[in-house]
């Protein structure tokens, strides 16, 4: 069974960067749509950034041109750079792989993001 791994959360002053790694088990990222999602408390899960297997990234409003997403296909990998963090940015963010065929809806288990002010 695939598995998703996240790491890089961690506590870091608004303005600074944090890099977010997502790993999987074996290689999937090649044909998945690879999501970053976001859930503070009291709220609900929300889009952060995703990357399809073939196109272009998009992002959620409140983070384009802060936050990237990229892939590394060899290393079964998707990043998310995150520059210029704000209180607000401070969540759980999760790892998600999507693909229709061979169907496959996976999440990782979440990393904490912590943006202090």
């Known amino acids: 069974q695939v598995q998703l791994m996240e790491s890089g959360g961690g506590l870091v002053e608004a303005g600074g960067s944090l890099r977010l790694s997502c790993a999987a088990s074996?290689?999937?990222?090649?044909?998945?749509?690879i999501g970053w999602y976001r859930q503070a408390p009291g709220n609900q899960r929300e889009l952060v950034a995703q990357?399809?297997?073939?196109?272009?990234?998009n992002y959620a409003d409140t983070v384009k041109g802060r936050f990237t997403i990229s892939r590394d296909n060899a290393k079964t990998t998707v990043y998310l750079q995150m520059n210029r963090l704000k209180p607000e940015d401070t969540a759980v963010y999760y790892c998600?792989?999507?693909?229709?065929?061979?169907?496959?809806?996976?999440w990782g288990r979440g990393t904490q993001v912590t943006v202090s002010s």
């Open positions: 998600n792989a999507e693909r229709r065929f061979p169907y496959l809806y996976i």
């Open positions: 074996e290689s999937i990222f090649s044909t998945a749509t």
């Open positions: 990357i399809p297997s073939a196109g272009n990234p």
